[in-house]
């Protein structure tokens, strides 16, 4: 290992890093379909659009032509507290599974948030603290993209407002602990608080919530408020451009040392993070000046790019946000409650819809015990205790390279590790206890969902 | 922020990392106290020692001559999955309390088990294995030094054999967790297990355990089985041996751009951190070459340096360990079960005991509902979730810049940030709800455990 010329970790000084996100739209010639209204079926317009989100970002939504966005100095300087984040040569693991494949990947985890959605959510609470507002509303699952705007806001001093999933509320109280450290306030969904919380209280009375339900919650909030918008983790155009700071980052430090990766691998769930990583390479493929493999990984239970629609659908449950054009489940798509590894949106990003459906991206889906399986594995030669998301991409990775092993074929594996799994080890405890099941929802149950999507046209 | 020379992170480059660590005994006149046998009162020989420790361990545990032994390639190459870890400007905590102070901190949160623990671990470890043995046993409270250990273990192929405290082990499920997703079997102290857990059961049926019977269980297995050792986190000359990476990495990043820092602070419960930050600074105020203050900052509800006695004690509450000359509140004592601060440790490191005792560094005592809040601050400020015993380093370095803001003095201060304190979210949440409470403790009753020192000589 000491002899390579390529360091463990490669890491970018300061003036190396990206001063400016690149907007991968710009290169496609088919341009992701807009936001439909879904009273209209029109497209959303930036004045509709800005009574949900914060201006800056409604253009950063709409705009497919402009390659790329100045990084503000302000989120430049927040970016250095956990940036640039290491690209890592996995030295150990290609040791271990003794394969001729080089192996990086890209760890986002390095942060008090533990995943990649702070690259976005300092970006959002920016734009909303440039523009005068008081604070953000906003839904959060698994818990990442909530402690990730917490940190924001309380950087920025802007109030924030979490609607989170009533299960993970009380099933995940380190979480919101984390988040009220940050001075977020964290109410469980769904509440008494809003109307839609209400109305679904009443229907079902027992329910433990879920993040559909937690989006309408954060939206009707928003909107209702004064000085308030309402900010997303994941899917949106804004998001992917701001990820984007992955890619680049990942392709300066590639560049430095003349490596080119043949296949960057990410997990996917609505998007942000595989959007991230592969926007500078597949710029580039788009523009024919290199070629890549690209894989999108996602879990068996939530398969919505390998066994989902392609059409237009509800953001949200609720069905209350605007249409959008992507690989879909049906927006009532729930995955089994047995399922623990995360990526449980029923959508996916238009963007990457739209680079799925032209053939320029793979997908393929995994067991949720294959996917641990791996997480403890790279736990145990990498030293890093992944998050389950990101142990799609692991598990992925390490198969590609398992076949480089058969065929003897030196390839270079990027991959995408989203975040630390610090806060899922309910999960790892059902892992190492034998009781994790795997689940596949079957064609029947798909097409139930199926039959929910919104008719178009 | 944006126009100071000096990088947000300063981060060694893999050929400017320490290839040796610094003994700082070698440097005192005036050396530590040996161990002594508590049977026969004479210092502990080699030979006695190699029935628990390994033997180069015992070496390194001996010497305190050599100044530097070499850090075996092996050790090196997992160090490069972590470190160097960042040494951090605090531009955003300097401009949030508006201080003239320049703030740095050396953050050794950044790998999986959480804090700095991780460099003695592997270190440990890998003695074991070099020696042949099968496995290696240890004690563990909050969890931190268990699973470095079980870090450490993994990546060699080692069996650890962890005795988790019981409450902790019933309080901290997801630290247990993580140990065991590295392999290590964990088992609750007191136990059936073991002779004197056998004994503490019966005696206190329903004890939740305390560290230092789990220390004497620990002890009890590695000596009752065949090719196992004990291994101890912190306390023994060896660790501060192995954690003086922390001060040679933040002494060459500060060296790099001129930075000598006037005053260095570090929490201290058994003395790992703060003796392996301040080791190099040490060793040049020894020798004459440099003047620093050296501030050791403990918990007011177990302050061994302020309130202990400088005295042979035992190291473990079992009384089964060598005899240490330490700063020590009595091997009987437990801080109040509310403390929650960590650094529950009765005594303290020989070496740091006698340079304190010299006069060479000063000591303070913290109340946790002024650390916890420190904490806070900190995390919105800066970003990193402190660990609450790195947060005692917080609180003193804040006070030490509130100071200079009120002199208009432009010092320089380093402090180490020894973790990240994902899996205290409990005492965080009773210090959001106002439910915590300091504890100090009456003279009367240090009084009273000071009487269970032994009589020596």
Known sequence: MQNEKIPYKIYLSENEMPKAWYNLRADMKQKPAPLLNPGTQQPMTAEELSGVFCEELVKQELDDTTAFFQIPEEIRSFYKMYRPSPLVRAYCLEEKLDTPAKI?????????????????????????KKQGLKGVTTETGAGQWGTALSMACAYLGLDCKVYMVKCSYEQKPFRREVMRTYGASVTPSPS??????????????????????????????AVGSEGYRYVLGSVLNQVMLHQSVIGLEAKAALDKYGVKPDMIIGCAGGGSNLGGLIAPFMGQKLRGEADYRFIAVEPASCPSFTRGVYAYDF???????????????????????????????????STLSELYHQGLMEATSVKQTEVFEAAEYFARVEGILPAPESSHAIRVAIDEAMKCKETGEEKTILFGL????????????????????????????????????????
């Not at 990947?105 to 300092?122: P, R, V």
């Not at 946000?321 to 798509?333: D, E, I, Q, R, V």
């Open 418 to 457: 989203t975040g630390t799994g610090y806060f899922d080890m309910v999960a790892y405890e059902k892992f190492h206890d034998g009781q994790m099941e795997d689940y596949i929802p079957t064609d029947a149950e798909l097409e139930q969902y199926r039959n929910t999507l919104p008719k178009i046209g």
């Open 104 to 128: 990086y990947y890209k760890f986002e985890g390095n942060n008090t948030s533990g995943s990649h959605k702070l690259n976005s959510a300092i970006a959002q609470a920016y734009y909303a």
């Open 315 to 349: 953001c949200d449950t609720g069905m209350v946000c605007p249409l959008a054009k992507m690989y879909t489940l049906g927006s009532g798509f729930i995955p089994s409650a047995n399922h623990a590894g995360g990526l449980r949106y029923h959508g996916m990003s």
């Open 192 to 221: 008494m608080d809003t109307q839609v919380g209400r109305k679904i209280l009443a229907e079902h009375p027992g329910t433990t919530g879920s993040l559909g339900c937690a989006i309408s919650e954060a939206v009707e909030t």
